[in-house]
């Protein structure tokens, strides 16, 4: 009997990129799809590919993607036999587990109780050490007085870890090096669980030095078998959080990887595990990966973003295989038929922007093209034209490379990076490609303090002024204007750039074109030579590679130039668009970064403040981002309300003398 003969549809829980990775699966095995979606998603790509579609709730998750009422009654109107939550939302949710069953419709996941015991992490470690699985040294029980746990930082001797017991991807985590950075740090931590997973408790754990990231794919059936698909080295994190994964792990042994796979399996079959879970270790790679320096950190009872490069070595369809398991049928395979092969690489493409700290962006995609070849694969959730909005993970894609060795695969995720256009929001596509081209990430020589200590040789800090990137925009700006100017009728009224150059028997005279590069003004010359146009900015040397820039428009007059998947916007200069209140106010004006929420306000009028000092903390996307005062100064306006939504550009705090 075939998996739909007895699972005949299945309701996707999730939105984006894995809503649409679970769709493409589920109907090549036959399966009727089943979207769930919000306000915000109702034109999103997974809506249109999936079979049927109904709308759950506004755009805010609580009030649509973790609404377990709403989506189970949609599961029912819409007789879905069983439901997959993909990663994140509800995927780790015991309660909606025990609610799927009751309903009696099939959870595409491990059980409740499974969910439960592996879902806090002080349980979590309490269990897999009576299991025998090593863990970190720290401080995992109830005890949540913020001097107590303090206490518990200094017996254990910094630096150490902040995290939330029921946290995952980064969030609700904080290192803290010192003493005195304890308790704020606690409080942030604390807030950002809160506001990801309803639960602000926390356990305090030793920082492990050279750490490296290290995971384990497991996969168990109902019937009592569980087997491991090799290892993920996720070593390249930002703020805790997945930035490039890789298989099989860098410079790991035969036997580190019997002794993980075997603490991983233990750790599975301890609480019954069925479905696909995934076991993290933090490995100290001081001296290489050594089998007895390695430690448990989690276990994320859910498919993992990065399980592509799991599916690439061994051949095997993970979302495929979960939905077999799922319809009760055995694995079908044994350990030792488990095998690898080649190497794969995975870089997670995001709406950031590096050089400012990498804020989150949000805006229309007006350009998306991606590569096609050999040993590539793309996972994404969105098209051209589509909204990337302030209310989710900010992804727009995963780019995955498989080839014979390491290196193959690092140079082919390199080309592949190098060929991927964007326009619109800004993105960390340069980024990624200067990862993959790093030195000491190539060589093996890297941990989780790898990107943070390579911050500016990996362009995240201000760049200077791309000019060749500039200069192919003002010449579409140029062609734009001229066919503006011609195709103007007789008495229209036009801007001072508008109007072709008079009759004349001189040669054309070089042309002042003023442009907004990212909402910087700056001075364009166009000199005509021939047929065609050249263009210099003073005091800018262009560079060859002009060939390489790709150009989109965007709304506006705005044009995007993309180079080296670095991005540049370029507009006219409009002088009655300047925005007067922030030139007032130059230097002293603090502006929401992104679209999200004002959670915290740490000033009020009157208040003298330092330069660095805390104004105000803005969340976007489920993280938490620090606005910090310019200058010394008074404070002189306070224009936000603490839980109130800010627009991006919004000013928030206003600084006099």
Avoid at 237 to 249: D, G, L, S, Y
Avoid at 270 to 291: C, K, M, N, S
Avoid at 425 to 437: S, Y
Avoid at 514 to 540: M, T, Y
């Amino acid at each position: 009997m075939t998996i739909a003969a007895k699972l005949p549809s299945v309701l996707i829980a999730n939105r984006g990129e894995i809503a649409c990775r679970v769709i493409r699966t589920a109907k090549r095995l036959g399966l009727r799809t089943i979207a769930v979606y919000s306000e915000a998603d109702a034109e999103a790509l997974f809506v249109e590919m999936a079979d049927e579609a109904y709308a759950i709730g506004p755009a805010p998750a609580r009030e649509s993607y973790l609404d377990t009422a709403r989506i189970l009654a949609v599961a029912r109107e819409a007789g879905a036999a069983c439901i997959h939550p993909g990663y994140g939302f509800l995927s780790e949710n015991a309660d909606f587990a025990e609610a799927c069953a009751a309903a009696g419709i099939v959870f595409v996941g491990p059980p409740a109780a499974a969910i439960r015991a592996m879902g806090l992490k002080d349980a979590a470690k309490a269990l897999v050490e009576k299991a025998g699985v090593p863990v970190v040294p720290g401080y995992h029980g109830p005890q949540q007085d913020p001097g107590f746990l303090a206490g518990e930082a200094q017996r254990i001797g910094y630096p150490v870890l902040i995290k939330a017991i029921a946290g995952g991807g980064g969030k609700g985590m904080r290192k803290v090096d010192r003493p005195e950075d304890f308790a704020d740090a606690l409080t942030g931590a604390q807030r950002e669980a809160a506001s990801a997973f309803g639960d602000v408790r926390v356990l305090v754990e030793k920082y492990v030095l050279s750490p490296r990231h290290i995971e384990i794919q497991v996969f168990g059936d109902g019937h009592g078998n569980v087997v491991h698909l090799y290892e993920r080295d996720c070593s390249l994190q930002r703020r805790h959080q997945k930035v490039i994964e890789e298989a099989p792990a860098p410079g790991m042994t035969a036997a580190m990887r019997a002794a993980m796979g075997k603490a991983a399996t233990e750790a599975a079959k301890a609480v019954g595990y069925v479905g696909a879970g995934t076991v993290e270790f933090i490995a100290d790679g001081r001296e290489g990966l050594h089998p007895d320096r390695f430690y448990f950190m989690e276990m994320n009872t859910r498919l993992q973003v990065e399980h592509p490069v799991t599916e690439a070595i061994t051949g095997l369809d993970l979302v495929a295989l979960q939905l077999k398991v799922a319809a009760g049928e055995p694995l079908g395979f044994t350990q030792a038929e488990v095998k690898a092969q080649g190497h794969a690489v995975e870089a997670r493409l995001y709406a950031e922007d590096p050089e400012k700290g990498f804020l989150p962006s949000t805006g229309r995609l007006w350009a998306l093209q991606f590569p096609q070849g050999e040993g590539i694969r793309v996972d994404s959730g969105v098209e051209a034209g589509d909204l990337v909005t302030p209310f989710y993970d900010p992804m727009i894609a995963k780019l995955i490379a498989h080839a014979p060795t390491r290196d193959e695969a690092l140079d082919r995720l390199g080309s592949a990076l190098g060929e991927t256009i964007v326009a619109g929001p800004r993105t960390n596509l340069a980024f990624l490609k200067r990862l993959t081209e790093a030195e000491g990430f190539r060589k093996g020589a890297f941990d989780t303090g790898f990107i943070d200590r390579n911050m500016s040789a990996l362009g995240a800090a201000p760049q200077p002024l791309d000019a060749a990137a500039v200069a192919a925009a003002a010449l579409q700006l140029e062609e734009a204007r001229q066919a503006a100017g011609l195709a103007a009728t007789e008495g229209e009224a036009r801007s001072p750039w508008q109007n072709p150059d008079a009759f004349s028997l001189m040669p054309r005279q070089p042309l002042g074109l003023p442009l907004l590069v990212d909402g910087e003004r700056v001075e364009a010359l166009i000199e005509w030579q021939g047929d065609g146009a050249r263009v210099s900015l003073p005091g800018q040397a262009i560079g060859e590679g002009e060939h390489e820039i790709a150009l989109a428009e965007g709304e506006g007059g705005i044009w995007y130039a993309l180079h080296r998947g670095r991005q540049t916007a370029v507009a006219l200069f409009d002088p009655f668009g300047v925005d007067l209140d922030a030139a007032a106010g130059a230097g002293g004006v603090v502006k929401a970064p992104m679209h999200g929420k004002l959670v915290a306000l740490f000033v009020a009028p009157g208040e003298a403040v330092t330069k660095g000092q805390r104004l105000a903390i803005v969340e976007a996307m489920k993280m938490e981002h620090v606005l910090t005062a310019p200058r010394d100064g008074t404070v002189s306006e306070v224009a936000g309300e603490p839980g109130g939504q800010v627009a991006e550009g919004a000013k928030i705090v206003v600084l006099g003398e």
